[in-house]
């Protein structure tokens, strides 16, 4: 395989591992249940990318196993509830998703390969109105409400007087 070819393909690959850690609703799961194993340890596929709990921290570790950063260890004796970021194939990744990917990606190819002022400033400016395409698929995906789904409006809406 070319040098370049092998070059824009991992520059796609970057792009998608870079947009997918931001969590939009087409890579992101709730109430994922995870078990541990005979060892007492939690194996992390592959395909997670973050795991949040809103109670405690957990990391990745390289070794493949979840740690637990307040219990400073990667050891559970029971399941745990989680909300699982993925990391998604190009494929698997909506038309939105795909489209900022591609442009963000030539973009980094282009500074990388060719360093012209003119194409970036072309290809940033593609670039923006793909990234502001992805926001509007998710926002109309996700049916964000102002009400409920901001954590200071929804304080102010359910304190107590």
Known sequence: MPYEVNLAENILDETIAEMCQDSYVFNTEVDVTLSPDVSNNINVPATYIQIRDTTQEYVIRDSGLLYSMQAKSN???????????????????????????????????????????????????????????????????????????????????????
């Open 75 to 161: 050891e559970f004796t029971a399941d745990i509830t989680v909300e699982v970021v993925y990391l998604l194939e190009f494929e698997d990744l909506p038309e939105a998703a795909k489209r900022y990917c591609t442009i963000r990606a030539a973009r980094i190819y282009a500074d990388r390969m060719v360093g012209s002022k003119d194409i970036r400033a072309f290809t940033e400016r593609d670039e923006i109105e793909a990234k502001a395409k992805l926001f509007n698929y998710e926002a109309g995906v996700d049916r964000l409400n102002m009400l409920t789904d901001s954590a200071a409006v929804s304080y102010i809406h359910n304190r107590r007087i």
